[in-house]
T-cell receptor, first 108, second 116 residues
């Protein structure tokens, strides 16, 4: 089975840093993806991790610990446009299993 | 490069009616996914195609849902008859061939279905 947990909602202030956590228990694992989804739009790819450690991509970083079944997405210098849902997805044998998503509200 | 195309964008039907969604993936992408995303939840995989063959349809409610991918390109997803709980956004995504994780999937804009 696949069990992927994320907080339902978070609020942060413009210019701040926010960390969105994701824990997973899955029957297989080949990688972990993060997607951003604005309301009423399709998900768009942000980052992926295959090995343990931190991957940095501009204002976004993603971390993975396979032994702990844990990942986080770090967003720096928050902007109003970062208000969206952030989806964690486990990749296993050419399939993606999504968490329910974390809705991030960025306030001025 | 053109993205994944889906139509219609919105559809409103009454329960027990039938509906069909169409998806045109990115040219050359061998893998095609259909997801169902209920409001407030993450996408749930319904069916996965590799070229024109079904790889996984374990979560497809086969008593009412069907899907096909003719000639390994376009795909259609059909619901017959629809139920109230089928109200959701139906997302199509495509991906290049190969199972390497860095081959990201690209989503279409989705079809928002409302069943009354």
């Amino acid at each position: 089975g696949q069990n992927i947990d994320q907080p339902t909602e978070m609020t942060a202030t413009e210019g701040a840093i926010v960390q969105i956590n994701c824990t997973y228990q899955t029957s297989g694992f080949n990688g972990l993806f993060w997607y951003q989804q604005h309301a009423g739009e399709a998900p768009t790819f942000l980052s992926y991790n295959v090995l343990d450690g931190l991957e940095e991509k501009g204002r976004f970083s993603s971390f993975l610990s396979r032994s702990k079944g844990y990942s986080y997405l770090l967003l720096k210098e928050l902007q109003m446009k970062d208000s969206a849902s952030y989806l964690c997805a486990v990749y296993n044998f050419n399939k993606f299993y999504f968490g329910s998503g974390t809705k991030l509200n960025v306030k001025p | 490069e053109a993205g994944v195309a889906q139509s219609p964008r919105y559809k409103i039907i009454e329960k027990r009616q039938s509906v069909a969604f169409w998806c045109n993936p990115i040219s050359g992408h061998a893998t095609l996914y259909w997801y169902q995303q209920i409001l407030g939840q993450g996408p749930k995989l319904l069916i996965q195609f590799q070229n024109n063959g079904v790889v996984d349809d374990s979560q497809l409610p086969k008593d009412r849902f069907s899907a096909e991918r003719l000639k390994g390109v376009d795909s259609t997803l059909k619901i017959q008859p629809a139920k109230l709980e089928d109200s959701a956004v139906y997302l199509c995504a495509s991906r290049p061939s190969g199972t390497a994780p860095y081959n990201e999937q690209f989503f279409g804009p989705g079809t928002r279905l409302t069943v009354l």
